[in-house]
C-alpha cells in the first residue's frame, strides 16, 4: 500500500521544497537566462507560493474546528472539562458523552457561526480576540458576543422525529424557528457550560 503524507506533513514538505528551490535559484541566477529557466523562476517564485499558502490556510481552518484545538487556550480549559459534567440535564456534556456531536469537533459542531467560520462581521469581529489576548484582559467568564441561535440547535435537531413530536416543541414550533424564543433560555435546556460551579459537580470518566 502506497504511503500517503497527512495534510500538515505534505505541507511541510512543501514548504521545504519551495526554500530548497528558491536557494537553487538564488544561488544560480544564470540559470534564468534561458526561458526554461525563467518558466521554473515563475513557479518557484510565484506559483509555489500561492499554493503553499492555500494549503496552510486550509489546514489552518481543518484544525481550528478541532476540539484540541479550541481547548488549546487556558482560559477554554473549564469549557472542555464542562463537557465531562456527569449530568444529562448539561446539554452540552450530555451531546458531547454520548456522541450525538463528532467529540474531537464538538466546539465547532454546537458554534457554526464563530469568529472565521461566520460571516464577514464575525470575522472581523473576532479580531478582538487576538487584541484582548495580546493587549488587554480576557473576561472571565467568557461569553458570546450576540445570542446563541437557534439554528445552531436546527441544524441538527431540526427534522428528528424526537424533536419534531415532542409536546412542547410542537406547542412552540413558530417561536423556536424564528429565534423568538432561545433553545437555551431559562425553562428551556438553559444548562449549559456551568463553568462557575465546575468544583462541586461530579464528572463522567471517559472508558479507556
Not at 538564488?26 to 523562476?41: D, E, F, H, N
Not at 492555500?54 to 481552518?61: P, T
Not at 470575522?123 to 467568557?142: D, F, T
Amino acid at each position: 500500500m502506497a504511503f500517503v503524507p497527512d495534510p500538515t506533513t505534505l505541507l511541510y514538505l512543501l514548504i521545504a521544497v519551495s526554500i530548497l528551490l528558491i536557494v537553487f535559484l538564488i544561488s544560480r541566477p544564470s540559470l534564468t537566462a534561458s526561458s526554461v529557466g525563467k518558466q521554473m523562476a515563475f513557479v518557484v517564485l510565484f506559483v509555489l507560493p500561492v499554493v503553499v499558502a492555500s494549503m496552510g490556510a486550509a489546514e489552518h481552518m481543518r484544525r481550528s474546528e478541532q476540539t484540541e484545538f479550541c481547548l488549546s487556550c487556558h482560559i477554554m480549559a473549564p469549557y472542555g472539562q464542562s463537557l465531562y459534567i456527569d449530568d444529562p440535564a448539561h446539554i452540552p456534556a450530555a451531546h458531547f458523552q454520548n456522541a450525538r456531536i463528532p467529540r474531537d469537533e464538538a466546539c465547532y459542531t454546537c458554534h457554526t457561526d464563530y469568529v472565521m467560520y461566520g460571516t464577514i462581521l464575525t470575522k472581523i469581529g473576532g479580531l478582538r480576540h487576538v487584541y484582548v489576548q495580546y493587549l488587554g484582559k480576557p473576561e472571565n467568564p467568557i461569553h458570546l458576543y450576540t445570542p446563541y441561535n437557534n439554528r445552531e440547535c436546527l441544524h441538527c435537531h431540526d427534522g428528528a422525529r424526537s424533536f419534531v413530536e415532542g409536546a412542547t416543541h410542537m406547542a412552540i414550533m413558530p417561536d423556536i424557528l424564528s429565534n423568538q424564543i432561545s433553545c437555551v433560555s431559562s425553562g428551556c435546556h438553559d444548562n449549559v457550560h456551568d463553568v462557575a460551579h465546575l468544583s462541586g459537580l461530579k464528572f463522567w470518566q471517559e472508558p479507556k
